[in-house]
């Protein structure tokens, strides 16, 4: 019986015990459409999308390294119903009546950007876009000339990614098939390309199992999934989720590039480069390559095998038989030159720089090269800390460097076999060490009654803030450009981590952008919640995705665990993956689960008016999970909302993941909406205002309670989610089109590399130093000031800060004399007298995320300066000037003509107060805008517009 009948019958007697088990017990979806009047409705008049007339568009050869061509400007795309399979191969066929593609891109997006279909992610227009998408077949095409002397030897077609499945015909002749939305198709066409007018088909078919997607209402927002997941490895979430709504195509279509590779007689496959410190020593690295390649000419070659990269050179000379291929490893035991002294170490962000390697692979034969290979890398080594079983001993505390383990390829840890750790208020368990496995693979480490895992890079724990990515878009418009502003926002927030959920951002640009912005990478395969979500039915193709998906990303210095799916475990895969990855990276450990194994349970996601609850009950250990909402700024709300459907609160806001009724505790956050002020919220204006104010001081709170406990078994979160796949009203750091505002600067203030804060547990001063710098004779000072600046209390404390370190100080109490609200204000000053870290709170006879009466304050006067930096950005000064301290201030530049922010823009500071005479400098970096721009000072209490100079 192969593994996929194994899994057929699993899930025809999963679906057989359905009636007795419960629908509760695997997630298919639901059966049937929702009736009209479980439908959102809108006040807006519909939508009337325009289709574009096709136009006469050129194929573009677009050059890379390595022999290889983008193919693209020319695409075309219709549905499978209206094309006849054969004329679509010859060079005359009529495509009068096909829509100019968008490749890379989805089905959907061609049709959106054709005008067939109106913006799915404005208001209820998804609505309007007929599900049965999802069930349809497509056709792509391109005419394109070969580039100079591609006809004269070999040549192959690359597609980066395709979904679901995909037959490829070149000039009347069919190449083969693929399947599966995370691999590559190679494809030989030798003799088949002609010089001039070349016609390349795809065919794209969906899911199989596309399921029925729910839409979002006031009273549910949907199952999370369905039918969908049994078609794994694809985009699961793209049925529908609590975060996005069911996307008509499944994200069907050629949603990576389609490449020209020549094939001069060499093809390499994907090289490995394998970096290893002798740790605790960080000043040499052992350099591993591994190539390989393979002969596709019919007489034996012999190669002279060349690398090289940043004066790290290498060579041998090889021997290759006709169609065979080999993999040649290159170690500094057969090249010295791959020990490597004083390497430039890869860091995660605040924990030192990431700098990239760029080695260049060559085979020669004479004077003749027959193939290159460019492959990036960075130095650094993972090791990871955790606690296991075994037979003598419970709760053995290790540390190993998968890298270095002396059992190399063999199973060291056993996630079938767990042991309740028994740890307050977290449901955690205990892996086992699988049988015969060598004490010698760890190192012991002195720490007991600790199950959680800790990342290390280089040596150095690594204190992991960071945020999930339930997808990068939902309609995988993914290129880099697209992409590079919410790594710019990340680095922005001063993130280190960010998890692949369920892998569906599994592309080239997001690793790469990784890499450079210093975000670790937790990446999940493609599959959700065990014992709910269903399992792919198909083991091998997904097997065969995840080789192809490890092979190809393995040199990212930024991936740092490998995971089988979010919230359960690999079940019938489990040996499967684990053999993957040992077989194909080697470097990186297998984390059995996204939770509870080492790690806490995950969640809550909703909004928490008890803060304290994060210190008391959820801070601890490596929770890869724990949300908030975060309703973004009104100019964003209209940029998806019609005018009719903004105010009052309604389906809309629903249909955008606004669950009165769901894990979202919006009844909460309406309550402390209201402490703001003895007066409701008259408008929406007034609404997102106070929300801000939530989204700093809950999200602040949330990581500052994890700072609080930091290395005391606590050693990381991530937040759901930082990015969002669609416009949305929950989860995220920053809005759809990159808006900044308090749920990004609370979070990248609490965030600080060296961070001064007041738990709200203990009263205790805390600093949490995960940074690699230390300090000696710091002051840790502590007061209270009224409204009018009167500093009515103060206290200082003078300490050492160890790096990568916690110093937990006095516990201090604003004095009972203190009535009505005042500003807590904690300053962390170096032994020069200069700002560290500084951290203020409101204060109402207790700390809350919506201090009382703080809407109600009187207004503060600003004055507000600006230059311009040598290199366009825009410094301003903020300084206030009245007799009112200045609430939350918060600067964005705006195009005048229409009120709204110039966008992605990135400022260094936000979010502050400011007593009477004070000022705060702050950056901002922004696109030049089309129009009249401004500096648009906003807070509390305060607002002003400064004109700029373009």
């Given at each position: 019986m192969t593994r996929t009948t194994h899994s057929l019958l699993i899930v025809a007697l999963a679906l057989a015990a359905l009636p007795a088990a419960g629908q509760s017990t695997l997630n298919f979806g639901i059966p049937r459409r929702q009736s009209p009047d479980e439908l959102p409705r809108t006040s807006a008049p519909a939508p009337r999308p325009e289709?574009?007339?096709?136009?006469?568009?050129?194929?573009?050869?677009?050059?890379?390294?390595?022999?290889?061509w983008v193919i693209t400007g020319a695409w075309e795309m219709t549905d499978g119903a209206s094309a006849v399979s054969q004329p679509i191969?010859?060079?005359?066929?009529?495509?009068?009546?096909?829509?100019?593609?968008?490749?890379p891109g989805t089905a959907l997006t061609t049709l959106v950007d054709q005008g067939v279909y109106p913006d799915p992610y404005y208001g209820l227009n998804n609505l309007l876009i007929p599900d049965s998408l999802s069930r349809t077949d497509w056709w792509y095409r391109i005419r394109f000339d070969a580039p100079e002397g591609a006809t004269d030897g070999g040549a192959r077609l690359l597609l980066n990614g395709i979904n679901y499945r995909a037959t490829v015909w070149l000039n009347g002749r069919r190449l083969g098939s693929m399947a599966g939305a995370f691999r590559r198709g190679w494809f030989d066409v030798r003799g088949l390309l002609r010089e001039r007018d070349n016609v390349l088909a795809v065919h794209i078919s969906p899911p199989d199992n596309p399921g029925i997607a729910h839409e979002q209402n006031s009273e549910e927002f949907g199952p999370n999934g369905g039918a969908l997941c049994l078609d794994g490895p694809t985009f699961i979430a793209s049925e529908g989720w609590d975060w996005m709504p069911g996307i008509r195509d499944r994200n069907a279509g050629i949603w990576q590039d389609v490449?020209?590779?020549?094939?001069?007689?060499?093809?390499?496959?994907?090289?490995?480069?394998?970096?290893?410190?002798?740790?605790?020593?960080?000043?040499?690295?052992?350099?591993t390559v591994r190539v390989p390649l393979r002969n596709t000419g019919g007489r034996a070659l012999t190669l002279t095998l060349?690398?090289?990269a940043e004066g790290i050179e290498f060579g041998r000379e090889v021997t290759l038989m006709p169609g065979t291929g080999q993999v040649v490893e290159f170690t500094p035991a057969t090249d010295p030159a791959l020990l490597v002294a004083n390497p430039r170490l890869w860091w995660p962000n605040g924990y030192g720089p990431q700098p990239l390697y760029t080695l260049r692979i060559a085979a020669r034969a004479g004077e003749d090269t027959l193939g290159t290979k460019t492959v990036r890398f960075g130095i650094r080594e993972m090791s990871y800390e955790l606690a296991v079983d075994t037979p003598e001993r419970e709760g053995w505390r290790i540390e190993y460097s998968p890298t270095n383990v002396v059992q190399k390829g063999k199973i060291l840890f056993d996630y079938t076999k767990l042991r309740d750790a028994n740890v307050p208020n977290r449901n955690t368990f205990t892996p086992a060490l699988t049988a015969g496995t060598d004490p010698a693979n760890f190192r012991e480490i002195g720490q007991t009654g600790n199950p959680y895992l800790v990342i290390r890079v280089n040596g150095t724990p690594i204190f992991c803030r960071g945020g999930n990515w339930g997808m990068d878009d939902a309609m995988k418009r993914c290129s880099r450009e697209q992409l590079e502003p919410a790594f710019r926002l990340h680095r922005l927030s001063r993130f280190n981590m960010i998890r692949n959920w369920t892998g569906e951002s599994t592309e080239e640009a997001f690793y790469d952008l990784c890499d450079e912005y210093g975000m670790l990478v937790w990446n999940d395969f493609w599959m959700s919640t065990g014992k709910y979500n269903l399992m792919p039915l198909d083991y091998d193709l997904f097997c065969d995705n995840a080789t192809d998906a490890v092979r190809r990303f393995r040199n990212h210095p930024s991936i740092a665990v490998w995971c089988p799916r979010n919230e359960g475990y690999g079940e019938g895969l489990e040996e499967d993956l684990h053999r993957i990855i040992l077989r194909e990276d080697g470097t990186r450990h297998y984390h059995g689960n996204s939770r509870e194994v080492n790690m806490p349970g995950s969640g809550p996601w909703g909004y928490h008016d008890q803060p304290l609850e994060y210190y008391t009950r959820l801070s601890?250990?490596?929770?890869?999970?724990?949300?908030?909402?975060s309703v973004p700024p009104l100019t964003t709300l209209r940029k998806f909302m019609a005018p009719e459907d903004i105010w009052p609160i309604g389906d809309v806001w629903y249909y955008h993941d606004y669950h009165v009724h769901g894990w979202s505790g919006w009844d909460a956050l309406h309550r402390d909406i209201d402490r703001l002020s003895a007066k409701p919220c008259r408008d929406v204006a007034e609404f997102c205002r106070r929300a801000d104010i939530l989204n700093y001081n809950g999200h602040r709170v949330m990581f500052e309670a994890y700072n609080h406990r930091m290395w005391d078994r606590t050693s990381g979160v991530l937040y759901w989610m930082s990015h969002p796949a669609w416009p949305s009203l929950i989860c995220q750091t920053y809005s759809y089109d990159f808006q900044t505002y308090g749920t990004l600067y609370g979070t990248r203030k609490a965030c600080e590399p060296t961070h001064v804060q007041w738990n709200l547990n203990d009263r205790r001063i805390v600093i949490a130093n995960p940074s690699q710098e230390s300090y000696t004779g710091?002051?840790?000072?502590?007061?209270?000031?009224?409204?009018?600046?009167?500093?009515?209390?103060?206290?200082?404390?003078?300490?050492?800060?160890?790096?990568?370190?916690?110093?937990?100080?006095?516990?201090?109490?604003?004095?009972?004399?203190?009535?009505?609200?005042?500003?807590?204000?904690?300053?962390?000053?170096?032994?020069?007298?200069?700002?560290?870290?500084?951290?203020?709170?409101?204060?109402?006879e207790g700390y809350s995320n919506a201090p009382e009466g703080l809407c109600d304050i009187a207004p503060a006067t600003l004055k507000v300066t600006t230059t311009r930096t040598a290199d366009g950005s825009l410094r301003a000064t903020v300084r206030n000037t009245g007799r009112t301290a200045a609430a939350l201030v918060r600067c964005n530049v705006v195009d005048t003509a229409t009120g709204d922010p110039v966008l992605p823009a990135y400022a260094s500071d936000n979010y502050f107060n400011l007593l009477p005479g004070e000022q705060r400098s702050l950056r901002i970096d922004h696109p030049a805008g089309t129009g009249p721009l401004a500096l648009r000072t906003e807070g509390v209490n305060c607002a002003l517009d400064t004109p700029l100079k373009n």
């Open positions: 289709r574009k007339p096709k136009t006469d568009r050129r194929a573009i050869l677009v050059p890379c390294p390595d022999d290889q191969l010859d060079p005359d066929y009529d495509t009068s009546d096909w829509f100019d593609a968008t490749v490449r020209l590779c020549l094939d001069r007689g060499v093809v390499f496959g994907d090289p490995q480069v394998i970096t290893d410190l002798p740790l605790p020593d960080t000043t040499r690295a052992e350099i060349e690398g090289a601890h250990g490596f929770n890869s999970e724990l949300g908030s909402n710091t002051t840790a000072t502590f007061e209270v000031y009224d409204l009018a600046g009167h500093r009515l209390f103060s206290h200082t404390v003078t300490t050492d800060i160890p790096r990568n370190a916690r110093a937990d100080l006095d516990s201090v109490a604003v004095p009972a004399s203190t009535r009505g609200l005042a500003l807590v204000r904690l300053t962390l000053r170096d032994s020069r007298g200069r700002v560290v870290s500084d951290n203020d709170y409101w204060y109402n």
